[in-house]
């Protein structure tokens, strides 16, 4: 089985909490019946608290305080700590207290993984019953390895505890080693087909199940595990491969030059403190090339001559660099081909919004065609201050090296109100929040409230946990915000999904060894129990289904000067958390009876969507007023109009350059790869001159630096894809009215409740209606070029 297929999951907590405010009153719990006329007090009330959660840490401490001693886990597990008495574990996850129950954790997962694998292997045997419940199991296969492996990859990347670090790392190896175990197993991927090829079975598929069964197929297929046994074996080999190319590419350095060495008399514009530390007893400053200060010299030294020799330097490529992106690609392109595809770009896109190369290729020629209008403004602006500086009296040519000179000079002129708003700090993380959960109530009719930590569900102490309270549904998730940056915290700006939505009820876990071993005497007492599923129902729907549990991660500045003091944020820091943001409400609303589905389980050039339209709505007028009302000193209108058109700047330059990387992308995982004449260097200049804003430099080459080429591989259009969708779905339901509950239910119902469940093209066509939503239902060629005629207006 494909690692894909097996990289998801999540888990679910209590609702009716009640509330206290630091002066002790009580309010009311969401459980309980509340008069209409008591439901917007009882949410500001909710909002006010929830502020303080996050900005008074002896309100939070009080909080606390309440359910100290109470651990309300519940769960069979096997596994007993022998360090930590009354722990919840993380994510009130019993097993994870310590080192030895991450162990247990991911044997008790492999060992009922395996369980339910012999299960669909003996489908065909056990009868029709058994076969139409083939894909609810494969699902339930992926949610059980998922149940550790997405809770131990996030605490391998976030928790402070070297130990416990060290013990989620090896509980993740333990089951991706499994996972590559059942990649070489032909046997799953034969029964699905099986399934799939009885239309008898698959008439009666929901819509979520069919959309599983799909993944599941093409992600069995994407591994090659359907090949000749002679293929596979050679399948696996350059897959291989590709992970040591990969790996290569990314740590190794690329430049052919290592340092620089300029007179310090050459060194004009610098600051005195940025030059003082590079020189030495002769004179020179020796500037290594991948030091902050080479981007300095671009910035700010008055001569060219220096800015190119900076430039080139930094741009440099050693030959082992580019042999290694070249066996990159050809690796790829091989790997392709031995799945019966003409490029790796074509086997990346089949499940895609874009399906195939030549859509993708369509969608970014009509985009940079209208872009150019704002790229050339961008340009003239830089030529002509060029031309002043150099008191020209023609527009000169503008270099790579000129870039970031010219556009210094250009914003220096009104730096000190536009940066200076976008990076100082104004607004409390909890006023932020606050503005954030009543934006949500706006649209969605949901909104958080502040959660209890058990004794050893956190991982540091500025964790906050919230549960989502839908009007309709009740709780329906919760979400861990660990917003702070700490030694020793990998992790950046990031949402993790710790577990999906997914319907359990209909598990049938209590037969599994009796199918999976139909004519053995198998005693359970030597197994050890199912993986613990709490659940709850949703109104409307049948069943019991888990409940959605993401973390999300940054690494804000904690820059509380006093105690009390609340954590302020810059603008750039408010429209990162409302991104998160974006992606904590998509997994907490798509909630699907299938967890390979559910939340942000779709499509890659798809998923980034509903966190970029979150960052439309930030500084709206209407949406402003959120997280500020009550504010001493609120941010003027003036800062956040000059933020704006900070961020406006040259974005003409910035969007093409994003423009010019995808397409690169495209064309190194391009049939062109596989041609005995493939010359990545080639193509880069080639790139650069025809549709690129400077000329290429001769001797150069940037690509060798670009790590997404194997993280993507033929993705990387994906962002500038949603940016151009969010910007269409934020003019034409959300800009005049961002409150809108009749725009944002459509919103939630059309796109965010499906998950990866309904095709995407028809979820965005829905929200948007009319002859928007006709042009693109279709999702074909003419579908990707509307979309980037639509364009990314910044």
């Known amino acids: 089985m494909s690692l894909q297929i097996l990289s998801a999951l999540r888990i679910n907590t209590r609702s009716g909490l009640v509330l206290k405010s630091r002066v002790g009153q009580r309010f009311l719990t969401t459980s309980q019946s509340i008069p209409t006329k008591d439901l917007n007090v009882l949410s500001e009330a909710t909002n006010d608290y929830l502020r303080l959660i996050f900005d008074d840490r002896s309100v939070w401490k009080q909080h606390q305080l309440i359910s100290l001693g109470k651990n309300t886990s519940k769960g069979k597990t096997l596994y007993k700590s022998k360090n930590i008495g009354g722990s919840a574990g993380l994510f009130e996850n019993p097993n994870f207290v310590d080192a030895p129950g991450f162990d247990y954790a991911a044997q008790q997962a492999i060992q009922r993984a395996q369980i339910i694998v012999e299960r669909i292997w003996h489908a065909p045997e056990n009868g029709l019953e058994e076969m139409q419940r083939v894909v609810k199991n494969l699902d339930r296969l992926s949610d059980t390895l998922c149940n550790v492996i997405d809770m131990a990859e996030f605490i391998r990347n976030a928790h402070p505890n070297p130990v416990l670090m060290e013990a989620a790392n090896k509980a993740y190896s333990d089951l991706c080693s499994y996972m590559n175990t059942l990649n070489t197993d032909t046997r799953i991927h034969q029964v699905l087909s099986q399934v799939l090829a009885d239309k008898n079975i698959v008439k009666n598929f929901s819509r979520d199940e069919h959309a599983a069964a799909e993944v599941f197929l093409r992600d069995f297929e994407k591994s090659g595990i359907h090949l000749p046994k002679k293929q596979r074996t050679q399948f696996v080999d350059l897959s291989d491969k590709i992970i040591h190319l990969g790996r290569e590419f990314i740590q190794r350095n690329p430049r052919a030059i290592s340092h620089i060495k300029i007179p310090k008399s050459a060194l004009t514009g610098m600051s005195h403190s940025t030059i003082q530390p590079l020189l030495r007893k002769d004179g020179y400053a020796y500037i290594q090339t991948d030091s902050a200060e080479c981007q300095m010299v671009l910035k700010y030294c008055t001569s060219s001559e220096v800015r190119q020799q900076v430039y080139e330097s930094i741009n ?184 999906t939505s997914r319907r359990v009820d209909d598990d049938d876990q209590e037969n599994d060894v009796r199918h999976a071993f139909p004519h053995q005497d198998i005693s359970l007492t030597k197994i050890m129990p199912p993986v613990y599923q709490p659940s709850s129902t949703i109104p409307g729907r049948d069943g019991q289904f888990q409940m959605p549990v993401v973390a999300l991660t940054c690494d804000f500045t904690n820059s509380r000067t006093q105690l009390g003091s609340p954590a302020l944020l810059s603008m750039y820091e408010v429209e990162t958390l409302f991104h998160e943001m974006g992606h904590a409400m998509h997994s907490m609303l798509g909630r699907t009876d299938f967890h390979n589905v559910a939340g942000t389980r779709c499509a890659t050039d798809f998923v980034e969507l509903p966190s970029i339209l979150m960052e439309h709505f930030v500084w709206h007028p209407s949406v402003l007023p959120l997280f500020t009302k009550g504010i001493e000193n609120p941010v003027s209108r003036e800062a956040v109009n000059a933020h704006l058109k900070q961020r406006r700047n040259f974005s003409g330059i910035e969007v093409n350059s994003q423009i010019l990387m995808a397409m690169l992308d495209q064309r190194y995982h391009s049939e062109a790869s596989m041609d005995s004449r493939f010359s990545s260097v080639n193509i880069w200049h080639e790139l650069q001159n025809t549709n690129g804003l400077f000329p290429s430099v001769p001797g150069t080459m940037w690509p060798v630096q670009f790590g997404h080429l194997f993280g993507y591989g033929a993705g990387y259009y994906s962002y500038l894809f949603d940016r151009t969708l969010a910007r269409r779905i934020w003019e034409r339901c959300f800009e005049k009215n961002p409150l809108d509950r009749e725009k944002g239910l459509a919103f939630r119902d059309n796109l965010l409740k499906w998950g990866g469940a309904r095709d995407p093209w028809e979820c965005v066509a829905d929200v948007l209606d009319g002859e928007d939503g006709a042009r693109i239902a279709a999702g074909d060629k003419e579908a990707m070029q509307t979309v980037g005629d639509w364009g990314i207006n910044v």
């Not at 969605?444 to 309270?469: C, I, M, T």
């Open 316 to 499: 440099s490529a050693n030959r082992e660099s580019i042999t290694i992106l070249e066996q990159l690609m050809r690796t790829r392109a091989e790997l392709a081909g031995l799945v019966g595809r003409s490029s790796f770009a074509e086997l990346q896109l089949q499940d895609k919004m874009a399906k195939n190369p030549q859509n993708v290729e369509a969608f970014l020629q009509t985009l940079i065609q209208h872009q150019t209008p704002d790229a050339q403004k961008d340009i003239k602006t830089l030529q002509k201050i060029k031309q002043r500086y150099q008191r020209l009296d023609y527009p000169p040519q503008l270099n790579a090296w000129d870039r970031d000179y010219y556009m210094h000079m250009a914003n220096a002129t009104q730096r000190n109100i536009a940066q200076h708003t976008s990076f100082t700090p104004y607004f409390s993380v909890g006023s932020v929040m606050q503005g954030i959960s009543r934006l949500f109530n706006h649209m969605y009719g949901v909104q958080f409230e502040p959660a209890r930590l058990q004794p050893g569900e956190s991982w540091h102490d500025d964790v906050r946990k919230l549960n989502v309270v839908c009007e309709r549904e009740g709780s329906i998730g919760t979400i861990y915000c660990d917003l702070f940056s700490r030694p020793g915290k990998t992790t950046n700006a990031a949402h993790y999904t710790v577990r």
